[in-house]
């Protein structure tokens, strides 16, 4: 099962708001095998692209694109997810998994209690 998670920059320490992680954790079973950089995540940068002037279709799209590399992973493990995130998954075809902090402080912790039905 390939599982994808949003972390920091730390690429550990789950984030709570989807849209706003620096990677995407990508685990193959309770195996790290990749890490997606997402642009989105950068939100106080001065070059990131301002969503104020996008209406929800083009919204929807921006995070669409930028996360394409996650195509392949069967579900997403969420604490939070916007709308335009979540049609954006959606159109992928991953499965949203709302997690609770509970489940993990990591992306170690919560795909390990995911795995293991303790979610």
């Known amino acids: 099962m390939k599982i994808a998670v949003p972390v920091d920059s730390d690429k550990k320490t789950i984030i709570k708001r989807t849209g706003q992680a ?3 954790a990508i685990y193959e079973n309770e195996t790290v095998v990749d890490f997606i950089k997402n ?16 209406d929800n ?21 969420v604490q939070a997810v916007g709308e335009h ?20 402080d990591t992306a170690d912790e919560a795909v390990k209690n995911f795995l293991n039905n303790n979610i």
């Not at 642009?39 to 996008?54: F, L, P, R, T």
């Open 39 to 54: 642009s989105h995540g950068n939100h106080g940068e001065k070059n990131h692209h301002n969503h104020k002037n996008m």
């Open 22 to 24: 620096i990677y995407f």
């Open 85 to 104: 995130m979540k049609e954006a998954l959606n159109e992928i075809e991953i499965k949203i998994e709302k997690i609770r902090k509970k489940d993990g």
């Open 57 to 77: 279709k083009e919204h929807t799209a921006s995070h669409k694109k930028d996360i394409m590399g996650l195509n392949g992973c069967d579900v997403i493990l």
